[in-house]
């Protein structure tokens, strides 16, 4: 992509919308939207039934921080993904950092990795800053984080390693992958019931949307 058309890409604030009349399922199972929203860390679900909107916030390098500091508001909940952009603004910016988030991290094919995550890169050190200040779950796609190390890399030169990188996840942050609270998983895989193949990453705001009446929004 030429910078021409890098510098004319705006990123985008929407209202999620409705599903398609022609959707193959219609989403109106309450058993359903409460499953979904239990599927989610413990520490996140007060903090989504108090918001006035739900976040989600792509990592397109067109949204700028003076962007984000305009969209988001005192009664969000923040939703980011992998090794999300703008770190340094989620953590140490004065609204950014005291909104609840919730991080989701996609698994890598069928590997014991999850992009965003050690030993890939990722913001550990950031998370553990986030963690102090505000509600933060984390939601991994598929399998727990399984503390994989390089050697468990399927593709180690898509992700060169840096000086700064953590490889390993801090003894102080162990607490955050062991337990319910901090930490679920949601499955991406389509071998069982078509309520649990609803249940993606890309249904599951649909699904809280309809539990809580919330409003969701995109940033990017």
Known sequence: ??????????????????????????????????????????????????????????????????????????????????????????ASHQLASSLPKLLFFRQIGDSKLHFGLPPRSNHISVMEQMREVAPLGVLTSNQPYQFPTLADDPSPNDDPITAQRILDIPSNMQKLWSSPIYHSVLSEHHKQSITKSLLTIHTLPIFIRQHLHQVFYCIG
């Open 1 to 90: 992509m030429s910078n021409t058309e890098s510098n004319t890409k705006k990123p985008i604030l929407k209202q999620s919308i409705s599903l398609s009349e022609k959707s193959e399922y219609i989403f109106d199972d309450i058993s359903t939207a409460q499953s979904a929203f239990l599927t989610l860390p413990v520490v996140i679900q007060p903090a989504l039934e108090q918001a006035k909107r739900v976040v989600l916030i792509a990592n397109n390098p067109a949204v700028t921080t003076t962007q984000l500091e305009m969209l988001i508001q005192p009664d969000d909940v923040l939703v980011l993904f992998n090794h999300f952009i703008h770190d340094d603004f989620f």
